[in-house]
């Protein structure tokens, strides 16, 4: 069974704060690595995605890949109370391209403190 | 806004009956695909349809079957319904190859 787990939280930061969230995964071959944001009541939403090993950044968002030790994070720096969701790590499993089948943690919820 | 469309927003169903579920994929995707989604827990894939043929297929029982249609656009059937069926549907989109999707508001599905 392919997996993807997270820590439910909830994880409580104060506004200002790095928000660090975690992923792990079973599927050792597993190339694509996403981040999606979802709001109470709505959709994902995607907000990062990682193929290779290191650091991605794209504006306040960090994400960090180490496929030895199968570990996805999540960096938020400067969190607002706007950045209090839902984060679900998700890993693309499917036949490299023909097919996209996400499997997702079952997230974690971030709550930041005014 | 993703321009992926889902319809209806809510649905009731009792057991046993069946539903079908609707969406418009993002202008230029060519590919769609299904999830489920129990309260509290993460999307599950249900299949993805390319060229209006099911190209990848989870855990789920044949009374869950799709279409896609020339233009893209896509239903969900679920015969049979269940309580457990009891969820919110999300479709995505995508360009075949791209493994990014973009998420439609979803269905919300309540058996009872």
């Known amino acids: 069974q392919k997996e993807v787990e997270q820590n439910s939280g909830p994880l409580s930061v104060p506004e200002g704060a790095i928000a660090s969230l975690n992923c792990t995964y079973s599927d050792r071959g597993s190339q694509s690595f996403f981040w999606y944001r979802q709001y109470s009541g709505k959709s994902p939403e995607l907000i990062m995605f990682?193929?290779?090993?290191g650091d991605k950044e794209d504006g306040r968002f960090t994400a960090q890949l180490n496929k030895a030790s199968q570990y996805v994070s999540l960096l938020i720096r400067d969190s607002q109370p706007s950045d209090s969701a839902t984060y679900l790590c998700a890993v693309n499993i499917g036949n490299g391209g023909a097919t996209n089948k996400l499997i997702f943690g079952t997230g974690t919820l971030l709550a930041v403190q005014p | 806004e993703t321009g992926v469309t889902q319809s209806p927003t809510h649905l009731i169903k009792t057991r046993g009956q069946q539903v079908t579920l609707r969406c418009s994929s993002q202008?230029?995707?060519?590919?769609v695909s299904w999830y489920q989604q129990a309260l509290g827990q993460g999307p599950q894939f249900i299949f993805q349809?390319?060229?209006?043929?099911?190209?990848g297929r989870g855990n789920f029982p044949p009374r869950f079957s799709g279409l896609q249609f020339p233009n893209y656009s896509s239903e969900l059937n679920v015969n049979a319904l269940e309580l457990d069926d009891s969820a919110l549907y999300l479709c995505a989109s995508s360009f075949l190859g791209n493994e990014k999707l973009f998420f439609g508001s979803g269905t919300q599905l309540s058996v009872l």
């Open positions: 202008s230029g995707h060519n590919t």
């Open positions: 349809y390319y060229r209006e043929e099911e190209n």
């Open positions: 990682i193929y290779s090993n």
